[in-house]
Nanobody, 131 residues
């Protein structure tokens, strides 16, 4: 089993920044270096959307079109933590943000933003951006 715990959400005005953190723990991530970690978000009444993913072993990153140039996903392997730095936030970024984990095979341009390919999920952290 893998446990994922997100933190860092909150309320911010448009144009502001937030940094989300996701700490992984549990026996299931013993091969953490062969993991794809992703951030997804879901607004009320909308489908869950892939935001960004990172191949933990190779450091290759993937981004959804709506966040390219504004969001940055990164990792700190010593802390088993993945971050999502969100800059130039917009009201449309308002959503519950989820951290997710999958096998490394999910880290491709075709799969990185598809929730069905991620087996492990955190409880979510809310981000609210006001205009």
């Amino acid at each position: 089993q893998v446990q994922l715990v997100e933190s860092g959400g909150g309320s911010v005005q448009a144009g502001g920044s937030l940094r989300l953190s996701c700490v992984a723990s549990g026996s299931g991530y013993g091969v953490y270096s062969s993991t794809c970690m992703g951030w997804f978000r879901q607004a009320p009444g909308k489908e869950r959307e892939g935001v960004a993913s990172i191949h933990i072993g190779r450091g290759i990153t993937y981004y959804g079109d709506s966040v390219k140039g504004r969001f940055t996903i990164s990792q700190d392997n010593a802390k088993n933590t993945v971050y999502l730095q969100m800059n130039s936030l917009k009201p449309e970024d308002t959503a519950m943000y989820y951290c997710a984990g999958a096998s490394a095979g999910a880290c491709t341009t075709a799969l990185f933003n598809r929730p069905g390919f991620f087996a492990y999920w955190g409880q979510g952290t809310q981000v609210n951006v006001s205009s």
